[in-house]
């Protein structure tokens, strides 16, 4: 009975005949677990779909109500902080799978011929997934949404000529507002995971036409002039079916990275939504999502005046670098023990992001905006001092000092610390210093007063270790009488002008 | 794909000759009359396509296009000038007046209003010129801090310190019957003059 209608169907759409060999297929024997990557990939993307077809029911993508809606379904919808923290967690799961399948087919050279179309696919499938990721925090229509929208628009706005053109065409107007979300909600739910789907769909064929890659061996080089040939025959000879062999292991990795995602999403639940879309609301900090960092960090350190060039230039040239790698080099050695410099590279870029991905969540360069009203003055630098260097202490605090620099390691790191500064910088330096800045100081002249002035530098002189000696001119004398460890050595003093 | 193979197969030499009628549709197979009129037919579908896709591109273009040109602003008041006192900074908001009915919270603007002296002003946007996060005004220290990397303006607006390559963005101001009001709109940025 079940055959039989088995059979009516597969007499009319040839079902059967399409999916058999998909799962027939020989793969090769040695692939074992380091191929489960992008099937994980491909499992949260379906986990993307149907939570995110679910979020669309609930959601208002309405500039007015977005964020309304976005907590009407965390505290009201049964089980819509679930379905929000799913689609949240299985974004950044999706993502750093992708990295990890990316990583690996770099570093075994999978991308030789001839499946150098799969790892262009692939390089479009990541650019889109990142879009997916970027126009889905701009879903979540808070304060980092909107100051990230404000991140984009800035730097579209610094392309020569057409900048103002492209910062409308990406806000779909003059300010960030009820047509940008909509605009944002169309690419997010329509024009990204069409294209993603699609772009999956030519990543499998391709993996289909051109099989699945071996691992590689030192000295089993890839001869384009004969690969196919010998890799049918080794593949008929040694490979094993995808089903069971392979797909053994890509069932038992997505299981375990589908039981994880659900422990997280349960136990951390779902990314914001932060404060509310308002722009008057200016005690925002914003900051991008976990994909993002990087850049946000990258960003943050270059110089100002290469900033507009590597902003504008630096993706396009990332981009052409990811589609070219199978280009120029499509045949020869696959091993990674044969090709150190490509491992190095890929070290390094794992490293670099990791480190920027580090400073863009710490983001040292940041002032601390209420450090100077919230923060206590470390007691030790206040007993034991006069009158006017108690007044300097009010001076540094009230002046916003702490904002960038830190007392006992609490405050901004935007400037240096200055517990010791006093061994560092004499009173005049001092002076100077906070009277004209430099490049990443402000210069405070024309805000303090004298006397504020002078109370600062006093109290500033006193931040240094009991027995270090203050900083001093070489060749000048010393300014005060230095109290010496018992049998330290004094340190000549270079006579003065008399 | 199927019904087009057996049209060939009807036509084909091999299963006897360029004029069998075809099996599937009984025509009288291949010539060159009946090509000329295929090839008419199809390039007049094309034609047809092109004269119906060029109109339904007009709104579709404009729907994707529109907002590049877009640069509208317009005069807004900012209350009493009274309310801004000499030798101060203080915040303002305002709605924005090329707002659209579906802004909500996001129509609302700032921004940081300095009195000069009595009847001069200064208005300034509070998107930091670097990357637009907003600055805020310290009173005591006289300056403007971005939150974001630092940047640093004096209380007139220039670049104090950090990345931005340029003051803060000013909004045209003027007095109305009592009232400050500034030319505000579209978000500020590097691209425009003001």
């Keep these: ?498 | 794909m199927s019904e087009r193979s057996e049209h060939r197969a009807g036509e084909s030499p091999a299963s006897g000759g360029g004029t069998k009628p075809c099996v599937n549709c009984g025509c009288a197979g291949k010539s060159a009359k009946q090509d000329a009129r295929r090839g008419f037919m199809f390039r007049f579908g094309a034609a047809l396509l092109g004269v119906g896709g060029a109109i339904a591109a007009v709104p579709i273009l404009g729907t994707l296009l529109a907002p590049a040109r877009r640069q509208a602003s317009g005069w807004v008041s900012l209350g009493s000038a009274d309310a801004f006192p000499p030798g101060q900074t203080r915040f303002a908001t305002f709605l924005n007046p090329i707002r659209q009915p579906t802004d909500g919270d996001s129509a609302k603007t700032a921004c940081w209003v300095r009195c000069i002296s009595p009847g001069k002003y200064q208005v300034f946007a509070v998107n930091c010129a670097h990357l637009g996060c907003p600055v805020r005004w310290f009173a005591q220290s006289r300056l403007f801090l971005c939150p974001c990397h630092g940047g640093a303006y004096y209380e007139d607006g220039s670049r104090a310190a950090g990345p931005p390559p340029r003051g803060l963005f000013e909004y045209p101001w003027k007095i109305d019957g009592g009232n400050l009001l500034i030319e505000a709109g579209h978000l500020p940025g590097l691209e425009q003059t003001t």
């Design chain 1, 1 to 498: 009975m079940i055959g039989a209608a088995v059979d009516w169907v597969e007499a009319r759409t040839g079902a059967m005949a399409f999916i058999a060999p998909l799962l027939t297929h020989h793969v090769p024997r040695n692939a074992k677990w380091w191929y489960v990557f992008g099937s994980a990939t491909l499992m949260f993307f379906t986990i993307q779909i149907v939570t995110g077809v679910c979020l669309a029911m609930l959601y208002a993508p309405s500039a007015a109500e977005a964020w309304e809606s976005l907590r009407y379904i965390d505290e009201q919808v049964p089980f819509g902080w679930m379905l929000r923290a799913l689609h949240g967690w299985s974004s950044n799961a999706m993502v750093v799978m992708m990295a990890i399948h990316m990583l690996q087919v770099f570093l075994h050279a999978s991308y030789k011929f001839p499946r150098e179309l799969n790892w262009v696919t692939g390089v479009f499938l990541l650019f889109t997934v990142l879009a997916l990721a970027f126009t889905g925090q701009v879903m979540r229509w808070d304060q980092d949404a909107y100051w990230g929208l404000g991140i984009g628009a800035s730097i579209a706005d610094r392309i020569p000529l057409i900048g103002n053109q492209v910062r409308g065409l990406l806000l779909g107007g003059p300010i960030i507002g009820g047509e940008t979300l909509s605009r944002f909600f169309a690419l997010h739910v329509f024009v990204l995971p069409g294209a993603a789907i699609g772009l999956v769909g030519l990543h499998l064929a391709l993996i289909m036409k051109n099989g699945i890659s071996e691992m590689p061996k030192p000295g089993a080089t890839v001869e384009p002039a004969t690969y196919r040939e010998e890799y049918e025959k080794r593949m008929a000879k040694d490979g094993v079916p995808f089903y069971p062999d392979a797909a053994q292991r890509d069932m038992v990795f997505c299981g375990a990275c589908l039981v994880l995602l659900v422990v997280l999403a349960a136990v951390y639940g779902p990314f914001g939504p932060g404060g509310q879309p308002d722009p008057t609301l200016i005690d925002a900090n914003p900051r991008p999502d976990y994909p993002f960092l990087w850049i946000f960090g990258a960003v943050s350190l270059l110089p100002p005046a290469s900033e507009t060039a590597v902003m504008l230039v630096a993706p396009l040239v990332g981009v052409l670098v990811l589609v070219a790698v199978p280009f120029l080099a499509n045949a020869g050695e696959r091993a990674p023990s044969r090709r150190p410099g490509m491992v190095l590279i890929a070290s390094l870029a794992v490293m670099a992001i990791a480190a920027l991905t580090w400073e863009g969540k710490t983001s040292p360069w940041s002032p601390v905006m209420n450090a100077w009203s919230a923060l206590p003055t470390p007691g030790h630098f206040l007993t034991g001092r006069t009158p006017l260097q108690v007044q300097g202490a009010n001076v540094f605090q009230f002046a916003q000092c702490r904002n960038c620099h830190a007392l006992d390691g609490l405050g901004g790191e935007r400037g240096p610390a200055l517990d010791a500064i006093a061994t560092r910088m004499t009173p005049d330096q001092l002076m100077r210093q906070i009277q004209q800045g430099d490049g990443n100081m402000p210069a405070f002249g024309r805000n303090l007063d004298s006397a504020q002035m002078t109370a600062l530098v006093s109290f500033l002189t006193t931040l240094k270790p009991e027995f270090e000696a203050p900083a001093r001119i070489p060749g000048a004398q010393l300014p005060l009488p230095v109290r010496r460890m018992p049998g330290e050595v004094a340190t000549p003093v270079a006579a003065g002008p008399q």
